[in-house]
């Protein structure tokens, strides 16, 4: 059980770090001549900074909802596929042990 819980956290770190690194990106595209006063109060501080890195997360979120929902059907047939085939399996081999 180790094993996988060190494997799955390391998949959450690379999870995190590949989502760090889209914001990071969105944040750059969005601010290619560095942030501006964006709320207004007459000077650029960690408020504005803060502010576009919600706008540039929230892109990346609804982008990545995007292309999810885009390819669900997909998944969601080879998940049916994949258990109908295992329930036939499941119900020959219950058929074969009950039939010699």
């Known amino acids: 059980?180790?094993?996988?819980?060190?494997?799955?956290?390391i998949g959450v770190t690379v999870g995190a770090t590949v989502?760090?690194?889209k914001v990071a990106e969105q944040y750059k595209e969005n601010n290619p001549n560095g942030v501006?006063?964006?709320?207004g109060d007459g000077?650029?501080?960690v408020r504005d900074v803060a502010?576009?890195?919600?706008?540039?997360a929230t892109e990346v979120y609804h982008d990545a909802?995007?292309?999810?929902?885009?390819?669900?059907?997909?998944v969601?047939?080879?998940v049916e596929d994949v258990v109908n085939g295992t329930a036939e399996t499941i119900k020959n081999a219950v058929h074969d042990s009950t039939n010699p």
């Open 1 to 9: 059980m180790g094993f996988i819980k060190r494997l799955l956290g």
């Open 19 to 21: 989502a760090a690194v």
């Open 36 to 39: 501006q006063d964006v709320n």
């Open 43 to 45: 000077k650029v501080d």
């Open 51 to 56: 502010s576009e890195v919600v706008k540039a």
């Open 65 to 74: 909802e995007a292309a999810v929902r885009q390819k669900a059907p997909v």
């Open 76 to 78: 969601t047939g080879k």
